[in-house]
């Protein structure tokens, strides 16, 4: 099992420091030492006060946080946990995850979403109802983008004309696509990029987020095989699925429960067919989270 630290700004009250540069370079770097597989950002560039008064977070910009991340690690993977595909114009989107990229020698994983939130989608001046049909088109840009020189598309919301985005991501084919949610059209999706980052969490934090609820491993495992299945299908006998997943237990890290329970419920997800697990550390305080960072991995990592 892999484990994604999000960074710890997603709950109120978290410590001034984490959003300074000192702050974060001992997250940072405390998730490189301490043996976690990737640091990762959400997204919400214009979320609504109301949205924020009932309990959401605030943001930072995911490429910038990435980019500063890549100059202070040398290992761990850079991810965007999710990227709103349909609030970016592709093209700009695919320069800004080549550049990092690039610079840190290929280490990023783009985990990309269709966003849920109406108020931010009409303060971006984004299409709400046309979501679904701009990330599909905006996947193709992005993978065109990074690979075709010349590159030309021709579609309903993009169209380039032999236009060329160098220098090339560093990793080939650009960083691998991962589709975040838990319709039957994100495993869709996810069976023809690199994998499936579904959310396993109560019923009513999947309705805030427009998605179907995940309820049972059991049913998380049904899932997994049906993307696997789909993917060799699509891919070929060689289709590798990565499968992240974050459950409710991600929040471990700021308020510990039995070590045993834990355990078997990181090796039932395993069992399931999940590769990677998110983890939110506390953000109460910088030596809180670097803590709970070295605690958590001296238990549970391998």
């Known amino acids: 099992m892999k484990f994604t630290v999000e960074y710890p700004i997603v709950a109120a009250g978290y410590d001034p420091e984490l959003v300074g540069a000192a702050g974060m370079t001992r997250v940072a770097q405390a998730v490189e030492q301490h043996g976690y597989d990737a640091i990762a950002f959400s997204e919400h560039p214009a979320p609504s006060y109301k949205w924020l008064q009932a309990g959401g977070h605030d943001s930072l910009d995911q490429t910038s946080a990435l980019a500063f991340c890549a100059a202070v690690t040398q290992r761990v993977r850079l991810m965007t946990y ?151 299908e699509q891919q070929g006998a060689s289709a590798s699925t990565t499968v992240q997943v974050q459950t409710a237990q991600c929040r471990f890290l700021q308020d510990p429960g039995s070590v045993d329970e834990h355990r078997d419920h990181l090796g039932r997800l395993a069992e399931a067919g999940v590769d990677s697990f998110v983890v939110r550390p506390p953000g109460d305080s910088v030596a809180h989270a670097v803590d709970a960072l070295q605690n958590y991995a001296e238990t549970f990592l391998d």
Do not use: C
């Open 82 to 232: 999710a990227m709103v595909l349909p609030y970016h114009n592709p093209l700009v989107a695919a320069k800004a995850l080549s550049t990092v990229d690039l610079l840190s020698g290929g280490r990023v994983t783009v985990v990309a979403g269709t966003g849920y939130m109406r108020s931010e989608f009409f303060a971006l001046g984004a299409d709400m109802a046309a979501r679904n049909e701009y990330f599909d088109e905006a996947t193709e840009v992005l993978r065109g983008a990074w690979t075709e020189v010349p590159f030309s598309h021709e579609g309903k919301h993009v169209t380039a004309k032999a236009v060329v985005s160098v220098p090339r991501p560093f990793q080939p084919g650009g960083p691998p696509i991962l589709v975040g949610g838990n319709s039957v059209l994100s495993r869709r999706r996810a069976a023809r990029h690199q994998g499936w980052s579904p959310l396993m969490v109560s019923p009513e934090a999947a309705k805030m987020t427009r998605t179907p609820g995940i309820s049972t491993i059991e049913e998380l495992a049904a899932r997994i095989a049906e993307v696997r299945a789909a993917a060799v």
